[in-house]
């Protein structure tokens, strides 16, 4: 994976769902959506994105189906299901769990 910044296990798996649930999206359209939303903290290859897609999909919280890109090229388009919508918030909460328990670690006096 190519990113600026180590992605701690799992964490692709809810920036890519986070992705699709703003709506549709084909493979390359999710990387950059990730880069934008991270505000480019994190920049995902193919060589990462795509096994991670085909994980989320055969776990059932993404759904695709083949459409055209907005260059008018063949692609595979990607969507959240309602197992992806609950994993999703699932993954949120434990995130802000953790974000919590970190900053508390940063926070304190020693």
Same mark, same amino acid.
């Not at 990387?31 to 934008?36: E, L, S, V």
């Not at 939303?37 to 055969?58: D, K, N, Y």
């Not at 994993?87 to 970190?102: G, K, M, P, S």
């Given at each position: ?17 986070k992705?699709?649930?703003l709506?549709? !999206? ?40 083949w ?5 008018? !090229? ?37």
């Open positions: 994976m190519a990113e600026r910044n180590g992605l701690l296990q799992g964490t692709l798996d809810l920036l890519i769902l992705a699709v649930a709506g549709p !999206r084909h493979g390359l359209g999710i990387a950059r959506r990730i880069t934008q939303i991270t505000q480019a903290a994190f920049e995902v290859g193919p060589g990462s994105l795509f096994p991670a897609l085909h994980r989320l999909e055969e776990k059932g919280w993404l759904a695709s189906d459409g055209e890109s907005e260059n008018n !090229r063949k692609a595979k388009f990607y969507r959240l299901t309602k197992a992806g919508q609950r994993q999703l918030e699932t993954e949120v909460r434990q995130w802000e769990r953790i974000a919590l328990a970190i900053t508390r670690a940063i926070e304190a006096k020693s």
